[in-house]
């Protein structure tokens, strides 16, 4: 009877081992499976796989690409756009980590970047498209952060984009690739594949940095370098998403771009999609957020010790109206008193990089989407 019973025992506590034991091996697997899932994609990505498991396929709906839903996703960008401008604000300029010609230049790769096989290390000529070496302390910073993050497959995302593709390794041969539906971006011409970060790295150094540091040298260089690398991550993600806004607009209108891009029609593919009721709110909504994100909270309006909890809601209510009102002031005079970052400066940086860089990846994305060649802007737009 005491043999039954501990047998009885033994048996069911090995079950529960056996069952915690694929608890948490499928939760590791889960963690090494899968991207974070802080996008958009996260949702397609558990909806393909299920269907990837599954006998039958169906396609993804338009619904799936909606403009809503994008924007949705572009507006919990700004936040962590805008915080770290105002990061990086807090130095100064340091401009010898921008130089190739300055102490902190980078005469060879970070451990672990791949040479592009059809291109001389050694091979320093400016006029060669390889002369990739010596690297900046930003580039090298930047790159270094990618191969990191390359290994784990960030890149192998839609909604991610390497500043130096060429030069990174494939991912961690240990992680199980993960696999997107193919109807999320067009292939058609490798529309997938377009990649405006050259244009984006030239114009945050030469234009960016200017606006939102003060000149002068802090010695603060690996503090400013990292900040540095999170905005240009941010922004490559932010104007990148111009693809899946493209591709929205696109299923919407096919005829309509499809006849605009065999025409050649660059202004008229950017007229059908721009949106300037759209625009206007991200324009507003930015600065909002800067004046009110940029100053330290009124916590000197709340008293340290309320008689009863309706006294210290209304005391808290009080405080939130008071930095609203100062919010609003600053928002209307582009005041700086107690500002980290001028609220116009990234109204400006939303109007005159962020919004119009979007919109060339969306012409882009459409004209190879068509079928057709899309004729190169750098020059004549951004001046590269």
């Known amino acids: 009877m005491s043999c039954s019973g501990s047998h009885g025992r033994w048996t069911l506590l090995m079950g529960l081992l056996i069952l915690l034991y694929c608890v948490l091996a499928s939760s590791a697997f889960a963690f090494a ?14 909806k393909y796989r299920n269907r990837y498991h599954s006998t039958t396929t169906t396609k993804l709906l338009a619904s799936d690409l ?15 756009i805008i915080f770290a ?27 672990g ?3 592009p096989s059809d291109q001389d290390p050694l091979d320093q000529d400016p006029s060669s498209n390889s002369n990739i070496l010596p690297l900046s302390f930003l580039e090298y910073m930047l790159l270094g952060t ?16 390497s500043f130096f593709p060429s030069l990174l390794p494939p ?16 292939s058609v011409g490798n529309a997938n594949e377009v990649n405006f970060n050259s244009v984006l790295l030239k114009r945050y150094i030469n234009e960016v940095i200017p606006l939102i540091t003060s000149p002068g040298d802090d010695d603060q260089y690996g503090s400013s370098v990292l900040t540095d690398t999170l905005i240009l991550q941010s922004l490559s993600k932010r104007i990148h998403y111009g693809k899946f806004v493209a591709e929205s607009k696109f299923l919407s209108d096919p005829e309509g771009y499809q006849k605009l891009c065999e025409d050649g029609d ?9 949106n300037e009721k759209v625009e206007e709110k991200v324009l507003k909504r930015s600065k909002i957020k800067a004046a009110t994100y940029g100053r330290e909270p009124l916590s000197d309006a709340i008293p340290t010790k309320s008689g009863s909890k309706d006294s210290s809601i209304r005391d808290l209510v009080a405080a939130a109206a008071a930095a609203a009102a100062n919010a609003a002031v600053d928002i209307m005079g582009d005041g700086d008193v107690g500002m980290k970052l001028k609220p116009s400066v990234v109204e400006g940086l939303y109007r005159d990089l962020i919004i119009p860089l979007t919109k060339e990846v969306e012409v882009e994305y459409l004209f190879r ?5 899309c004729p190169d802007r750098k020059k004549e737009i951004w001046g590269l």
């Not at 499976?33 to 558990?46: D, G």
């Not at 990618?146 to 984009?161: F, M």
């Not at 660059?266 to 007229?271: F, H, K, P």
């Open 113 to 115: 970047a791949v040479f």
């Open 33 to 46: 499976s899968e991207a974070p899932k802080s996008s958009l994609f996260s949702k397609y990505r558990t």
């Open 266 to 274: 660059v202004e008229g593919v950017m007229r059908l999609l721009t």
């Open 66 to 80: 909606s403009l809503e839903s994008i924007r949705s996703t572009l507006i919990r960008q700004e936040e962590t």
């Open 171 to 186: 991912p961690l041969s240990s992680l199980k690739p993960l696999t997107f539906p193919p109807e999320l971006l067009s």
């Open 146 to 161: 990618e191969l990191l993050h390359g290994s784990v497959r960030r890149y192998t995302s839609p909604d991610e984009h």
């Open 85 to 111: 401008l105002i990061e990086r604000s807090q130095f100064l300029y340091n401009s010898p980590i921008y130089q190739t010609s300055s102490p902190l230049a980078q005469s060879s790769l970070p451990l």
């Open 369 to 373: 989407r068509c079928g057709c060649r």
